[in-house]
């Protein structure tokens, strides 16, 4: 399987953590359908496709497969050399695909009308983090990314938030002498980094609680960090929301114009919008 992903995607990631459960609920393989039929593709540029993925339920008059639309999701590939590979699944139709936001809005609702426990919305609960997934991947973890990995898991946080950890704290390691403080700080510190790239309200206080540390260790390390890569609110490295001033960027940058700076980590906090516990 892994060599049909793109190295170092999201993807790959998800295998190398989880093993193949991200790329089975993200294609409602669950559901046990044995047919799929490809409705749509489309194209970014030279070295970026997409391909719709519907899942066969029948025939029609004619003979002609039947899907059900409420189980389309698209693969993105990537091309490297002269082949294509897998670079990301997205549990959605190719014209409307689902961001992080967009599934924690709607599992809140369905939640409230008692619907949560569908089968339909379980890809939905991986990207969110309503649906955890065993950690049965073969990649080798330090002893920070352990903890950090396995406390995101039970803080509710999706695949998504958990790959770009491990590759913040992969970027920061070499050169970021990780061996001054206690594993749990770090990992401590990784955490609060991602609430703060979520907008969640999850507090030091809390997350010093659970990995047994001070909070004060986690401000002076979660800076440390901050400033050691050089993070922003919408850094696309590790941040799963899109920048909204991104085109305004683009456009003054094109005109010869300089940009706004960078949105400080840790603006416009909130709370989850959905209950990790239903699944």
């Not at 961001?99 to 949560?116: H, I, P, S």
């Not at 001033?245 to 603006?267: K, T």
Request: include cysteine; hydrophobic fraction near 40%; charge should be negative.
């Amino acid at each position: 399987m892994g060599s049909l992903l793109l190295p170092d995607s999201e993807a790959d990631w998800g295998l190398r953590l989880f093993g193949i459960g991200p790329l089975i609920f993200m294609l409602y393989m669950h559901l046990e359908c044995d047919e799929f039929v490809l409705p749509r593709f489309a194209r970014r540029g030279e070295r970026e496709m997409l391909a719709e993925v519907g899942w066969v339920t029948g025939t029609d008059a004619g003979g002609r497969a039947v899907y059900d639309p409420r189980r389309l999701s698209t693969v993105i590939l990537g091309r490297v050399d002269q082949a294509w590979k897998v670079s990301d699944v997205n549990p959605a139709p190719l014209d409307d695909p689902v961001t992080v936001n967009k599934a924690q809005d709607t599992l809140k609702r369905v939640v409230e009308q008692g619907q949560g426990a569908n089968p339909l919305w379980f890809p939905w609960g991986v990207l969110t983090g309503a649906f955890q997934l065993k950690r049965l991947g073969e990649e080798s973890l330090d002893e920070v990314e352990e903890l950090f990995v396995e406390g995101m898991g039970e803080s509710g946080f999706g695949l998504p938030e958990i790959v770009r950890a491990v590759r913040l704290w992969r970027d920061f390691a070499p050169g970021g002498d990780p061996g001054r403080h206690r594993a749990e700080v770090y990992a401590a510190a990784v955490e609060y980094i991602m609430v703060l790239f979520g907008f969640y309200g999850d507090s030091q206080a809390a997350i010093a609680e659970q990995y047994g540390v001070s909070a004060s260790s986690i401000s002076a390390t979660w800076r440390k960090i901050e400033s050691a890569l050089e993070l922003s609110q919408f850094d696309p490295r590790y941040s799963v929301h899109p920048d909204p001033g991104a085109s305004l960027e683009a456009m003054l940058r094109q005109r010869a114009e300089e940009p706004p700076p960078p949105v400080p980590l840790g603006v416009g906090r909130g709370a989850r919008s959905y209950d990790a516990r239903v699944y």
